[in-house]
């Protein structure tokens, strides 16, 4: 009998089983009832009293040499099952998606970031507006065509018992902002106002019924056109790179006076090219001196004070700085599209 339980400790200290299965079979053939080491204890009785000592710890030894084989096999089976067999963690991971800004954001942010450089502040107002801010305060006069220069989303049409405007509408532009700050401050003022206005106009390649401007007020003694003159310069070498140079054509806007339209020149270097229409300029934006009646109307007083203004599109900058030829695209989202544009700012 001894020999026969020495030969099985051999056989369980070498015993190597990898699955689950044939670890519980091996707890089969020597722990269950009618195991091996069961069958040990029961011929046990037949075994003479002067070698029971010996041979029964014999037995203990072959049934502590079983377990303890039984729980180091089941724990390294278990820390393996969790490597799945077809799981190489030696490969790279998967790539982190990153977003990108929007082209819109992007431009908006670096006007902001150029304009503040010269210390503008940022304002904003409320997108549904009312006559006087978009219009009346700005020197519109009732039922004059210059209302027309704009087709207008309105709300609300029409007068009070005193008959005063009670316009409500979505505005057309951001010079409404201009009006709220003037409202709120005192000069000396340098505000830039970022922000989303609406016009009826059909959706083509070159105009959306909803697009962003950026409206910028300079108010304070002794501000002269050069003044407005040198900082849009400053602007357009920033934005479009040194070589930019500018053109002011005359032009019309109720709250300025003078008025102008600003030109940059074209990367095309004038020879001509299909962005600028083979005239080497691009129009970029409306600008002009604060009209002395919408300083007299805000009780800012127009003999102390001047200042300029200037408004513009943010697709329009972003169209001609990244040569997009169709303003639908800043719309629709594609990610195709938008992934190509990454940012600092
Ligand atoms: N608000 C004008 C527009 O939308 C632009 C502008 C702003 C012109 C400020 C002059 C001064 O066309």
Redesign the pocket.
Known sequence: MEDRIRKYLKEVESFSGNTLQEIEEFRIKFLSKKGLIAGFFSEFKTIPPDRRKQVGQLINQLKKTVTEKITVLTETLDSDTFIEPDLDPTLPAEPMILGSRHPVSIVRNEIIDIFGHLGFTISEGPEIEDDDHVFSKLNFPPNHPARDM?DTFFIRKGFDEHGNNIDILLRS?T?SVQVRVMEEELPPIRTLSPGRVFRNEAISARSHCIFH?V?GLYIDEYVSFADLKQTLLYFAKEMFGAKTNIRLRPSF?P??EP?AEMDISCSCNGKGCNLCKFSGWLEIL???MVDPNVLDYMKIDSKKYTGF???MGIERIALLKYRISDIRLLFENDIRFLKQFRSAL
């Open positions: 704009q532009h010079s401007q409206e806007f709250f300025t008025s409306g600008c002009g203004a200037f408004g």
